[in-house]
Nanobody, 117 residues
Framework: QVQLVESGGGLVQPGGSLRLSCAAS????????MAWYRQAPGKERELVAN???????NYANSVKGRFTISRDNAKDTVYLQMNSLRPEDTARYYC???????????WGQGTRVTVSS
C-alpha cells in the first residue's frame, strides 16, 4: 500500500507562487512515477505534470514555462513549484503515484489552490 501526504496549498494572488509537496510511503511497492493532477469545480480532472524515476518530465500545455515538477527518489517525494499563477489555476490539486510491477495507481486526498486578488 502506498500512502500519499500532500501539503503546500493555499490562497495566493495572481502572479504569485506556491510550492506543493507530496510524500509517498510504501511497505510493498516501489514507485515508478509520480504526478500532479488538478480539478476545478464543475470540470474534469486533468494532468498537470508527471515525472518518471529517471527524471523525465511532462507538462500540460497550460502550465509549461510556469510550473516545475521535481522528485526526490530516495524519499519518494514529488514537488510542484508553481509560478506566475493565474485565476484559472484555481483547483484542487491531487498527487498521484504509480507503483509496483503492475503499475497500480494511488491518489492523495488533494490540496486546494486558490488564485485570487
Amino acid at each position: 500500500q502506498v500512502q500519499l501526504v500532500e501539503s503546500g496549498g493555499g490562497l495566493v494572488q495572481p502572479g504569485g507562487s506556491l510550492r506543493l509537496s507530496c510524500a509517498a510511503s510504501t511497505t510493498i511497492f516501489s514507485i515508478n512515477s509520480m504526478a500532479w493532477y488538478r480539478q476545478a469545480p464543475g470540470k474534469e480532472r486533468e494532468l498537470v505534470a508527471n515525472i518518471t524515476r529517471s527524471g523525465i518530465r511532462n507538462y500540460a500545455n497550460s502550465v509549461k514555462g510556469r510550473f516545475t515538477i521535481s522528485r526526490d527518489n530516495a524519499k519518494d517525494t514529488v514537488y510542484l513549484q508553481m509560478n506566475s499563477l493565474r485565476p484559472e489555476d484555481t483547483a484542487r490539486y491531487y498527487c498521484n503515484a504509480r507503483a509496483g510491477h503492475l503499475d497500480y495507481n494511488y491518489w492523495g486526498q488533494g490540496t486546494r489552490v486558490t488564485v485570487s486578488s
